[in-house]
């Protein structure tokens, strides 16, 4: 039984994907999706590679995350799903996988804090006398 991996990364989350051919469990820090994933909507983000490629219940997938927040974590996992996939069979899925926007590494990142002021853009109050 071959074994993929693909790494995912959004925001500071950082995402290790294992896709190997099963009955479509998926192990998120050793714990299946519904327990590590409370929310529906983080659940649907994870299994969207899967309802695009047509290929859920096929494959069961083990997930090392860590950094983040669980939305950038579900996207993370979303990433490195879709780069598994790409790879186990280039032509079936890149394309379908590609239409979707799931192999485009989200690059937005927290713009640092800058000296004398709240925060990044913000600043303190204006004060004339």
Known sequence: MEQIHALGRRKAAVA????AEGKG????????????????SLRYIVNQ???????AGQFD??????????????????????RALCEKDKEAYRSALKAAGFLT???REVE???PGQPGAR????????
């Open 112 to 114: 640092r804090k800058k």
């Open 105 to 107: 590494r989200d690059s």
């Open 61 to 82: 997938v083990k997930v090392t995350v860590a950094g983040g927040g669980t939305k950038g974590q579900a996207e993370a996992i979303r990433l490195g799903v879709a």
């Open 25 to 40: 469990e998926v192990l998120v820090n050793g714990r299946p999706l519904e327990n590590y994933f409370a929310e529906e």
């Open 16 to 19: 290790r994907v294992y896709l």
């Open 122 to 129: 913000r600043r303190f109050q204006f004060s004339k006398r």
């Open 49 to 55: 590679p899967f309802s695009v490629t047509g290929t």
